[in-house]
């Protein structure tokens, strides 16, 4: 399985310019929503200034979508939640929100068209073979774009926008230039505001870029889509992240630039639809433009942890299906042994690179699938290595674990061979070793047979940075054709169906800037989405501009469904729709259908919101249609664990497995439906939940309702549902070591009676303590709140920047909130005694309802201030 926390490692790798995590607030900086679609910005920001609250325009986001823009708040930052207090209370102003980071989905592994041209049979003449798929085209072969293509459709005058890191236009196979006439013909760079979205950095762009349009090349393969216009909107600079309001800027200039489609592989997390840019995404789809956004690379994270723009019905979340293939693009040399001599490619492990030279090769044991190789002290027995190369299988321990061991024993040159497929990169400290990296798996195997009979193996080893390339494609036996291990779990924390489809996102051939390379195999739904977006152009293309929300209802009525996979093995039951949603897409049978859906998924809720489901199936063929209804079962998932924690648990766990075979029972109003050409039928389902699972743990029901049509369209629609009530999830766990009251000084829980001292407002004091709330939600919340009770019960006040609206549970280490005595209204409490209050709603609970929210309440403590008088200071700084 995948380490734990896969992103930990790509946050390790590339340092990011934001100091948060992803999904985090970032101080000072708000998106306003206006409700008056005539104010201008300029003038809100003059008002304002003129009201002693000076900021800066960061963002103007008006547009015929969206009214209002983001800012800065200047000066003085002690203020701060009482300013954003008084914004809110403006009558021209509707909702005034904080800015949040968000990040690539990356996991690092080595004109509209003549609608007339969809006519039937018209396909056949337009045949062209001046791009047809290359042989490392085996993703199209996975999505029948193979087929399209051979039909000629090519993506030809749709305008793609893509919203990433900047894109290297001066590669050949994205055109070679940027501008009118180009491919790459239209964007900008939201990180400098210049006219020219260029990146020779970063990478992910031109990767995300080469997989809807990369043009023939020395590497066999081309993008989805190969004549479509790019656009491409730079929002993040070399490997830093972005914020939330640019990507709105984003948006707003791709719609406005007349996109056909809009994609975008960056997300941090929340899982309600209310963030403004998942609210924007969806103005933009109701307007006609379908927007695709990645899914997310923490599948190990488990469920109930849906992205940001994802989240939402505008937003096609996109999860990722592994290559059938796995190519490598690895740095050459060879190797000689008494059997002859050949020719392998490795990767490097950060910048250990190996001086040119031969060296005999050392592997730590002779047994190829060895489970622990170098995890314990070798042998005393052992050579000296130091001339040598080590040759070690990953797994059973860390790699610093293996290459500890071997140093002891004088190691200065290590090669691991990988257990799964491709190579990966990996780097850390390790300043006695020289050169290290990894081989494939074949490889390793090879060297190890070898070594078994006694012959002895010498490598003619060449620096990185002399190397030339060497490129295999080989067939991805473990995993290929199954959704990723990484792909990141739904559902929303209303029940909403995410990922709505998957798409070929694990180990993906495509261009990258010619300074890092120019090609390069990645990983993830980052590379999912965008094949998902050429897709959609073909659609297009092919059928002429359709509604937002029938792109999404024709691929997932068309797509595959698959068994589960672990990262390792396949398991003899459906996945999840909350891993896999719709399933693998299949773009010829989405454009050659005659059956059109008014849903991509059917959401039968939770126990409390249990209700039969309506969806019509309309018949845009010119024969009649006879459709038989049923459904088969997807593996039932617990959310949490069986230990009464109440975090849901990361799936390398295993005991979510348990219910896989209780399914829900569905009926139908008719089994047997028949439409007419051109004719709409609604059909009714409901569900009766599997019976006798424990409730406490959540859990996820669903599958698929199937429907065969003697017309030859047979089709599925995801269901999923809950079998608990979502009000009745623990959000604020206080029974496991979480959510409580500490010290800031002694770290211990606070004590009834205990005294914090403040500095208060311009105050600075030594000896100074606080009150803490250590927060981990194991659950969303649409609503956390942190006040401050006076001891005759009175609510006196919130602490600054609460209440928090639409968080997303916990995956990291907790957060913590510290009271310094100011209040959300940019007051001070006085002296006195106190207790602190947190409160978070319940899914589905109704904000106005005492009895919807859970509550953690601090014992009764004392504060005072350090130096004068407290009141009058604080007036200074009313607003
Ligand atoms: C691409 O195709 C050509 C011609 O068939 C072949 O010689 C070359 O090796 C291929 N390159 C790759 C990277 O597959
Ligand atoms: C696709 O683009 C190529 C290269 O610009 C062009 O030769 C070809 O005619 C285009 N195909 C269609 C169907 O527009
Ligand atoms: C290493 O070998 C390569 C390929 O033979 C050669 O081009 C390069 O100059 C050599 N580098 C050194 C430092 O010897
Ligand atoms: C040695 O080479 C022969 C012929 O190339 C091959 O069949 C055999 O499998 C090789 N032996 C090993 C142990 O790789
Ligand atoms: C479930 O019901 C709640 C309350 O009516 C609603 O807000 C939510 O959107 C529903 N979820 C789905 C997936 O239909
Ligand atoms: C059925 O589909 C056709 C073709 O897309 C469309 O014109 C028609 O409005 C649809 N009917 C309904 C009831 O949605
Ligand atoms: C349900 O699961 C919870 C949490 O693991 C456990 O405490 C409880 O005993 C279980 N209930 C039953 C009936 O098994
Ligand atoms: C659909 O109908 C075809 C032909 O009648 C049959 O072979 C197939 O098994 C049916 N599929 C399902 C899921 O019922
Ligand atoms: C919530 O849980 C309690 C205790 O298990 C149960 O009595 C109650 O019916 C549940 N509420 C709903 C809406 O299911
Ligand atoms: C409760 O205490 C607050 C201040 O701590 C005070 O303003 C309020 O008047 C008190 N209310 C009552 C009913 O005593």
Redesign the pocket.
Known sequence: MAPLWPWLGALLAAPLALAGKSGDAVPKSYIVEFSNPHLATDSFISTLTRNGIPISLNHDLSFDLFHGGSFNLLGNTDNEAAVVKKISGLPYVKNIVPVREVHHSKRSTSNVRDASLAAPGQHLTRRGDHYAPGSNDVPHRMTGVDKLREQGYLGSGLRVAVVDSGIDYKHPALGGCYGEGCLVAFGHNLVDDTEDPYDDCDGHGTHVSGLIAAQPNAYNFTGVAPNVTLGHYKVTNCHSGATTDRLMQAFKMAYEAKADVITCSIGGYSGWSEEPWGVLIQNIAKAGVPCMIAAGNDGDAGMFFASDGADNKGGTGIGAVNNLMVPMILNKASYVSKNGSANFGWSISGDKDF??GTYQLYPLSLDSSVENDGCEALPADTPDLSKKIVLIRRGGCGFQDKADNAIKAGAKNILFYNNRPGTDDFSFTVPEIVGMGMVPTNTGVEWVNLAAKNTSIYLHM??K???SSIFFNEKNNQAGGFVGDFSQWGPTNELMAIPVVTSPGGFMLSTYPLALGGYKVETGTSMATPYFAGCVALLIEARGKVPAKTVQTLFAANADPNVFHDGVSAYPWLSSVAQQGAGLINAFDAVNTKTILNVSSIGFNDTEHLAPVSFSINNTGSDIAVYNISHVGSATVYTLPDDGTTIPHPFSSGDFMENVNKHASLSFSARRIVVRPGQTVVVKVSAIPPQGLNTTRIPIYSGYVTLNGTNGDSFSIPYLGAGTAMRNVTILDTKHGENYFKSSESKDPIKAGQMFTFAGANGSANDISSPVFERQLSMGTARLEIDVKSSNGTIVGSLPNFPMLYMSRAPYSPTEHSWDGGLADGTYAPAGTYSIRVRALKIFGNPANDSDYEVVESPKFNIRYAGNNMKARSLDHQV
């Open positions: 001086v040119n060449t620096s940075k002399y190397a």
